[in-house]
T-cell receptor, first 111, second 114 residues
Framework: LAKTTQPISMDSYEGQEVNITCSHNNIATNDYITWYQQFPSQGPRFIIQGYKTKVTNEVASLFIPADRKSSTLSLPRVSLSDTAVYYCLVGDKRGTGKLIFGQGTTLQVKP | SAVISQKPSRDICQRGTSLTIQCQVDSQVTMMFWYRQQPGQSLTLIATANQGSEATYESGFVIDKFPISRPNLTFSTLTVSNMSPEDSSIYLC???????????FGPGTRLTVL
C-alpha cells in the first residue's frame, strides 16, 4: 500500500482558502485517493475521493496532477468548525479496499 | 452514503474481561473493517471482516485477542479479549458501500480498561 506524507499541522483564518498537499510517490495504478476529516471523539468523515485531474463536491475540491504522485485538498472559505484532523489515503477500493492511515494534518482555523 | 452504528458507544471494563462491540450498517456493503485509535494517535487497521469466513488480520493483531464475526453483509462484531489497560482505545468499524465503493466510518466505541 502506498504511503502518504502530509504536513503535521497547518494554521488558517476564517474565510481563507486552505490547501493541504499530500505526497504519495508510490501510488499504484489501481489506487484511488481519498480524504477524510476527523473531529475529536468522532469517526472519520468522508470528504472527497478521486483518481485523476480534478474532483469537486459541495465541501471541497481535490486536485490530482497527471503523475498522481501528489494531491491537494482545497477547502474554500474555512470556518472555525473546519478545525479538525485531515487524512489523505490511497488504496485500491476495488481490490482489498484497505486504507492505511498516516498521521494526518491538524488544521487549526483561527478567528 | 451509509449510516453506521456501533454499540456500545463507550464502556469501562476490568482487566481480564472481554468486550464485544457491534457494528451495524444501514445499507448493502461489500467490505467491513475494524480499526483502533489510541489516544492522540491515528487509526490502525486491525482486520478485514469477511462474511462467512475468518477475518483477515493485519500484522500485530491475532484472532485469539480480537475475534471478529460477520454473519451477514451488514453486521459485524469485534471482541477484545482478556483486556489489559493497554487495550484502552477507540475502536471503529468501517464499511465500503456497494454502490459507490466509498468507505464510511462508525462513530467509534471508547473503551477504558482499569
Amino acid at each position: 500500500l502506498a504511503k502518504t506524507t502530509q504536513p503535521i499541522s497547518m494554521d488558517s483564518y476564517e474565510g481563507q482558502e486552505v490547501n493541504i498537499t499530500c505526497s504519495h510517490n508510490n501510488i499504484a495504478t489501481n489506487d484511488y485517493i481519498t480524504w477524510y476529516q476527523q473531529f475529536p471523539s468522532q469517526g472519520p468523515r468522508f470528504i472527497i475521493q478521486g483518481y485523476k485531474t480534478k474532483v469537486t463536491n459541495e465541501v471541497a475540491s481535490l486536485f490530482i496532477p497527471a503523475d498522481r504522485k501528489s494531491s491537494t485538498l482545497s477547502l474554500p472559505r474555512v470556518s472555525l468548525s473546519d478545525t479538525a484532523v485531515y487524512y489523505c489515503l490511497v488504496g485500491d477500493k476495488r481490490g482489498t479496499g484497505k486504507l492505511i492511515f498516516g498521521q494526518g494534518t491538524t488544521l487549526q482555523v483561527k478567528p | 452514503s451509509a449510516v453506521i452504528s456501533q454499540k456500545p458507544s463507550r464502556d469501562i471494563c476490568q482487566r481480564g474481561t472481554s468486550l464485544t462491540i457491534q457494528c451495524q450498517v444501514d445499507s448493502q456493503v461489500t467490505m467491513m473493517f475494524w480499526y483502533r485509535q489510541q489516544p492522540g494517535q491515528s487509526l490502525t487497521l486491525i482486520a478485514t471482516a469477511n462474511q462467512g469466513s475468518e477475518a483477515t488480520y493485519e500484522s500485530g493483531f491475532v484472532i485469539d485477542k480480537f475475534p471478529i464475526s460477520r454473519p451477514n453483509l451488514t453486521f459485524s462484531t469485534l471482541t477484545v479479549s482478556n483486556m489489559s489497560p493497554e487495550d484502552s482505545s477507540i475502536y471503529l468499524c468501517s464499511a465500503m458501500t456497494a454502490s459507490t465503493d466509498t468507505q464510511y466510518f462508525g462513530p467509534g466505541t471508547r473503551l477504558t480498561v482499569l
